[in-house]
Structure formats: structure tokens, C-alpha cells
């Protein structure tokens, strides 16, 4: 009997150890051991390859290329002062907009900074700073038939062109009405400026910029507002790179260079003020 007692003491002894190393979730190695992804930081990772990713598209005035060939605009330059401030560069790739999530969680991108509207889908698939601008979706038509389009009901009969994956889509499909999805924001107001399409839906501070007098779109206008909305910067899910940004957006605020950087591309009266 004691021979027995001692066997089966032996056995529970081993058993517990057994578990206790199958228990650990983490291996020497810095890996997840039950899911077998690294359990490295997002900040880490982006200071260990050196590079900030950027995931973007050309929309003027948050991030368009300038007459050397230089991403700027107000996304561009507080991102690149963001990537400065972790002690990385930035680097700048233009995605198309209905992938940025895949592209993302792919790692070919390390957030997505391009006047991207916190709707529910971005905030459930995305670690997003806090909200920076304030925006709305717009609808442009040619200037000489605006005076017909002052109201949602009168839409229904037009022909729309958005950016596929954008917010300017989605108030589309809200009010039922068909669009034809194209890569950019850009792309939508040249299908308006060809006649291809009647209309186009962007965002009211790219409509600010590049529609109207003094524009590359001199003939065309932006009539009913659709809604009003808030952009932020998202990240990978539970990465701590979020955290830094709202601290970095805070420090500019208060010292004025974020301002001051607004100003530079006449975006200062949507900036909200950051804590």
C-alpha cells in the first residue's frame, strides 16, 4: 500500500510540472505559445525595422505629392513628425482604400493616416487614436446644374461615382442610392469633371481644397452635406502605437504646431483641440 501511495504521488508530481510548462503562454523566444504569434509590440516592431509604414491615398489637402514628387499635406507632415518623434522614418505606400484593413493586419502597413472617418467598422477592426478633424461627406455636381441638387431628395436620379470602402460610400447605400466605386477620392471628381458621372460624394475638407474657384475644378461645386463625422488614425488591433500618437497629438496641440500645421493647408478651423 505505501508502495502504491508513493507511485501515485510521483505521478500527480509529474503531471503537474507537465502542465505547469504547457501552461506558459509565452517561450523564450518572445512567442505566443497556444497561438504562435510574436508577442513583441507594435512600437517595438516599428523601432526594430526602423520604418513607420503609412498607408494612404492622394487626397489633397491631408496627403497628396507635391511638384518634386514629396508626399505632404496635414496627415503627411504630422505623420512624419510622429515617425521623427519615435526615432523612425516615415514611409508612405498608397493602398486601395477597401483593403486597408487587410493591409493592416497583413503588416504591409503600420496604421492607415489619411483622413480616415472613425465609423464602426474602422473602431472594431483597428486600434484608432482619438479623434483629430472634424468632416463631412459632401456631394459635388457641375457647378451650372447646382441649383437643382439642394436637398437628399433630390439625388435619386443622379449617377454617383465614391471611393470604394469610403464613409462617401456608405451615405450613399444609407439613402439607397446606386454609385459607381472608384480607387480615390480623386478619381471620383474626375468622373464628375468627364460627365461619366453626374455627381460624386468626398470629403467636405478635399472639397475645399480642390473644388471650386482657383481650383483644378473650377466647374464644379459641393451642394448637400450628408453628414458630419470625425477622422482618426488607426493602428493594428491592441497595438500600443495609439497610445503614443494620442500623446504625440497632445504635446503638438499644446505647443501649436499642430495648428500651425493646419494653417499650412487651410484645415485649421476642423482641427479638434487635443488633451
Do not use: H
Amino acid at each position: 500500500m505505501k508502495k502504491l501511495i508513493a507511485l501515485l504521488l510521483t505521478m500527480m508530481m509529474a503531471l503537474s510540472l507537465a502542465a505547469c510548462g504547457s501552461d506558459s503562454s509565452k517561450s523564450d523566444s518572445g512567442t505566443d505559445a497556444k497561438s504562435g504569434e510574436s508577442s513583441e509590440s507594435d512600437m517595438a516592431y516599428v523601432k526594430d525595422k526602423g520604418t513607420l509604414v503609412i498607408g494612404i491615398t492622394d487626397f489633397e489637402p491631408m496627403d497628396f505629392k507635391d511638384d518634386g514628387g514629396e508626399w505632404v499635406g496635414f496627415d503627411a507632415d504630422m505623420a512624419k513628425a510622429f515617425a521623427k518623434s519615435l526615432g523612425v522614418e516615415a514611409e508612405f505606400v498608397e493602398i486601395d482604400w477597401d483593403n486597408k484593413i487587410m493591409e493592416l493586419d497583413g503588416k504591409t502597413i503600420d496604421c492607415v493616416w489619411n483622413g480616415m472617418t472613425l465609423t464602426d467598422e474602422v473602431t472594431s477592426s483597428m486600434e484608432c487614436s482619438k479623434a483629430y478633424c472634424n468632416n463631412a461627406q459632401v456631394v459635388i455636381v457641375p457647378s451650372d446644374k447646382a441649383d437643382k441638387y439642394q436637398d437628399t431628395d433630390s439625388l435619386s436620379d443622379l449617377s454617383f461615382a465614391a471611393e470604394a470602402g469610403s464613409a462617401g460610400e456608405a451615405e450613399l447605400q444609407k439613402l439607397n442610392i446606386e454609385c459607381t466605386p472608384v480607387k480615390a477620392q480623386s478619381d471620383a471628381l474626375m468622373e464628375v469633371a468627364a460627365g461619366t458621372s453626374d455627381a460624386a460624394v468626398i470629403d467636405s475638407l478635399m472639397a475645399a481644397a480642390m473644388v471650386g474657384e482657383g481650383t483644378g475644378y473650377e466647374k464644379l461645386t459641393y451642394t448637400v452635406g450628408l453628414n458630419s463625422e470625425e477622422y482618426g488614425v488607426g493602428f493594428r488591433k491592441g497595438s500600443d502605437l495609439a497610445a503614443s500618437l494620442n500623446d504625440f497629438f497632445a504635446s503638438s496641440y499644446a505647443d501649436g504646431t499642430m495648428v500651425e500645421c493646419a494653417e499650412k493647408y487651410g484645415v485649421q478651423a476642423a482641427v479638434i483641440e487635443q488633451k
